[in-house]
Antibody, heavy 119, light 107 residues
Framework: QVQLVQSGAEVKKPGASVKLSCKASGYTFSGHAIHWVRQAPGQRLEFMGWINTGNGDTKYSQNFQGTVTITRDTSATTAYMELSSLRSEDTAVYYC????????????WGQGTLVTVSS | DIQMTQSPSSVSASVGDRVTITCRASQGISSDLAWYQQKPGKPPKLLIKAASTLQSGVPSRFTGSGSGTEFTLTISSLQPEDFATYFCLQANSFPRTFGGGTKVEIK
């Protein structure tokens, strides 16, 4: 079955960077884009960016331009999301999600990774 | 960015009740809307895609309707396992945006 397994919780200081991973299994990795979405406490879900796992093309939300980098390792069937210049407002649960075949939904999600930014 | 306005933000209901949740898009998104259920500490679960297509394995008491700017998720007869938060996602226009969520609570 399709699985997305994310790396564990992180605690970072303001100004630091964090790199999260999302290991995919149960399907052809290059056949579905991977998106990253975050959920801050009490806030709605927020799209960050996505990667075409086939050719590596990426697209980022304007809100995260310059601070987020999404990459993938096809041999490891893993996508990565690095967020830099962390601020306390970046404290959130970060999810990776697999794009539906239609490209108009997410049909599988990782379990989420809590990132806490605190001095 | 397309704004997704979801209502109500919360609803108290009893087992067996019919519950309706609405999402309105700030501009037309065709049928590129999905509905999700989320329970505390868990990732979202896809219920409905393309506005009205039931995801495999999801009970038929969940139905979605609408197109353009107004969409509805209906739970025909609320079950104990349905108490959760529901939200919509528009995937018509970049960036994808989400509704603010509706918490369905036990009355």
């Amino acid at each position: 079955q399709v699985q997305l397994v994310q790396s564990g919780a992180e605690v970072k200081k303001p100004g630091a960077s964090v790199k999260l991973s999302c290991k995919a299994s149960g399907y052809t990795f290059s056949g579905h884009a991977i998106h990253w979405v975050r959920q801050a406490p009490g806030q709605r879900l927020e799209f960050m960016g996505w990667i075409n796992t086939g050719n590596g093309d990426t697209k980022y939300s304007q809100n995260f331009q310059g601070t987020v980098t999404i990459t993938r390792d096809t041999s490891a069937t893993t996508a990565y999301m690095e967020l830099s210049s962390l601020r306390s407002e970046d404290t959130a649960v970060y999810y990776c999600a697999r794009d539906c075949s239609s490209g108009t939904c997410y049909d599988n999600w990782g379990q989420g990774t809590l990132v806490t930014v605190s001095s | 960015d397309i704004q997704m306005t979801q209502s109500p933000s919360s609803v108290s209901a009893s087992v067996g009740d019919r519950v309706t949740i609405t999402c309105r898009a700030s501009q037309g998104i065709s049928s590129d809307l999905a509905w999700y259920q989320q329970k505390p500490g868990k990732p979202p679960k896809l219920l409905i895609k393309a506005a009205s297509t039931l995801q495999s394995g999801v009970p038929s008491r969940f139905t979605g309707s609408g197109s353009g700017t107004e969409f509805t998720l209906t739970i025909s007869s609320l079950q104990p396992e349905d108490f959760a938060t529901y939200f919509c996602l528009q995937a018509n226009s970049f960036p994808r945006t989400f509704g603010g969520g509706t918490k369905v609570e036990i009355k």
